[in-house]
């Protein structure tokens, strides 16, 4: 079966980073879209960023441009989310998931594999 499991997360301070991984496992990691969610206590999950099959492209969410970077080693089934000037407001648990579509959606119902989460804490 597929499974995704998260990593990285952590308690960090305001300007602080994190890199965060997702090793994907049961798929063809290279015939996937991979993307980066997540959700704080609240509110609906939200989207963060995705990346193409083959890398070459990347979207963000507005909120974490410039400031985020996913990227992925499909050689490795894994994909990352390099987290630098981290905010209080960036506080959620981190979810990725897989696409089997070749289209980068960024919206949930799109994708049709997650992980569990990993949680991600910035103390002001």
């Known amino acids: 079966q597929v499974q995704l499991v998260e990593s990285g997360g952590g308690l960090v301070q305001t300007g602080g980073s994190l890199r965060l991984s997702c090793v994907a496992s049961?798929?063809?990691?290279?015939?996937?879209?991979m993307g980066w969610f997540r959700q704080a206590p609240g509110k609906e999950r939200e989207f963060v960023a995705a990346?193409?099959?083959?890398?070459?492209?990347?979207y963000y969410a507005d909120s974490v441009k410039g400031r985020f970077t996913i990227s992925r080693d499909n050689a490795k089934n894994t994909v990352y989310l390099q987290m630098n000037s981290l905010k209080h407001e960036d506080t959620a648990v981190y979810y990725c998931?897989?696409?089997?579509?070749?289209?980068?959606?960024?919206?949930?119902?799109?994708?049709?594999?997650w992980g569990q989460g990993t949680q991600v804490t910035v103390s002001s």
């Open positions: 990346i193409s099959r083959s890398g070459s492209s990347t």
């Open positions: 049961g798929l063809t990691f290279s015939n996937v879209v």
């Open positions: 998931a897989a696409d089997r579509a070749v289209v980068v959606w960024t919206t949930t119902s799109k994708y049709d594999y």
